[in-house]
């Protein structure tokens, strides 16, 4: 299959879409967990099955969606090493400094998801000269969302659980996921 950015972009589209799903559903599922005291790795194990269920049901249904992401692979593993530990640097940068930082994890998540986009974005189109703004999108709105988690945990400190806190943000993880999803379907229709 011959690449064609309008089908990859709306392949990443539908893909945004259902993770943002995913990430959506699997907070209500792992707080109504959390609220009758079901222990962390069974949270962990439905985190696992509703991300298989749905992004399953995603790659079933989108027959393009798998060559579209290995497409963007293939570029990426042509990047110079730099490129490549900038990228992954971004990505899991983060989120290897959650067990150091554990009581930023809010933050670090968003800050992960953002770097991560962002930066991929970037590379993409530095060394790919491929424009997928869907990616950037999602980087600038999970960015811009650790302001508003910061005024909610630190304004609203005494009304706002930590717990919540940190279900707040990654229901802004998925409504970034999901805004970046649809403008890729709108963009470039």
Excluded: C
Excluded at 26 to 43: D, K, R
Excluded at 111 to 117: D, E, F, K, P, V
Excluded at 137 to 157: N, P, Q, R, T, Y
């Amino acid at each position: 299959m011959n690449r064609n950015p309008k089908i990859e972009s709306k392949a990443f589209g539908f893909l945004f879409i259902s993770i943002a799903i995913a990430v959506l559903i699997g907070t209500i599922f792992n707080e109504f967990l959390s609220i009758h005291h079901v222990p962390i790795y069974y949270q962990l194990i439905s985190w696992v099955m509703i991300f298989a269920l749905i992004l399953g049901i995603t790659f079933t249904k989108m027959k393009n969606l798998f060559q579209s992401i290995r497409n963007r692979m293939k570029n990426s593993i042509k990047w110079p090493l730099q490129a490549k530990i900038i990228n992954g640097l971004s990505w899991a940068g983060p989120f290897l400094a959650i067990p150091v930082f554990h009581s930023l994890t809010q933050y670090l998540i968003l800050l992960g998801i953002g770097a991560g986009n962002i930066s991929t974005y970037l590379l993409i189109r530095k060394y790919s000269k491929y424009d997928n703004k869907e990616q950037f999108v999602v980087g600038i709105i999970a960015l811009s969302m650790i302001s508003v988690l910061f005024f909610v945990d630190v304004i609203l400190e005494s009304i706002v659980v930590q717990h919540h806190v940190l279900a707040l943000s990654r229901i802004f993880v998925a409504i970034s996921y999901g805004v970046g999803g649809v403008y890729a379907l709108i963009e470039k229709s």
